[in-house]
């Protein structure tokens, strides 16, 4: 039994996520996607907001969950008697940050090891900051973000929180 999670903070889920999400969904048995509640002091979303619109995207996937967690990542982990930590790496830039996050989890819990996907290339540019960027200017984000989400953007943008 194999059981992983994927932490972040998915303020929005992006399609580069879901990619993620879907493939690493393929190789683990169970997959828990922990929602970070408080590491950006100011989300565009809120954690609810954050959740329900995974749980949206990830509901035809039946060894796929989402769960909040409040402060380090291994500790979330071994909570869920997880073995495994799964990251995305999309262009270079992300490659020393996420060693260094790997590096220092490892130290935390030897037992814990971090699995790495390369994201597929479409997504390789694409992050939640560039979706909120384009969105605030009401550009089309459809092809960025699930429909359900890029819905709750244009909420946001009407409401002027974007
Ligand atoms: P964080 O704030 O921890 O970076 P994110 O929600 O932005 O949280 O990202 C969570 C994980 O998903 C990270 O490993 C990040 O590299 C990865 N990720 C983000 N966007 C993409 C993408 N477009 N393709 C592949 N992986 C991605």
């Known amino acids: 039994m194999v059981r992983a999670v994927y932490p972040g903070s998915f303020d929005p889920v992006t399609l580069g996520h879901l990619d993620i999400i879907r493939r690493a969904a393929r190789v683990v048995d169970e997959l828990i996607i922990g929602v970070l509640i408080n590491r950006d002091k100011n989300p565009m979303f809120t954690t609810q907001e954050r959740v329900e619109m995974l749980r949206e995207c990830v509901a035809d996937l039946p060894n796929v969950s989402v769960e909040t967690f409040d402060g380090l990542t291994v500790d979330f982990t071994r909570s869920h008697d997880a073995k495994i930590i799964i990251?995305?790496?999309?262009?270079?830039?992300?490659?020393?940050?996420?060693?260094?996050?790997?590096?220092?989890?490892?130290?935390?819990?030897?037992?814990?090891?971090?699995?790495?996907?390369?994201?597929?290339?479409?997504?390789?540019y694409l992050s939640s900051t560039i979706v909120k960027e384009m969105a605030?200017?009401?550009?089309?984000?459809?092809?960025?973000?699930?429909?359900?989400v890029a819905e709750r953007l244009e909420q946001k943008r009407l409401e002027k929180k974007v």
């Open 87 to 124: 990251r995305g790496l999309r262009a270079i830039t992300d490659f020393e940050s996420e060693m260094q996050i790997a590096q220092t989890n490892r130290i935390a819990d030897p037992n814990i090891d971090t699995m790495f996907f390369t994201t597929s290339l479409q997504y390789a």
């Open 136 to 148: 605030h200017y009401g550009s089309d984000v459809s092809k960025f973000v699930p429909q359900n």
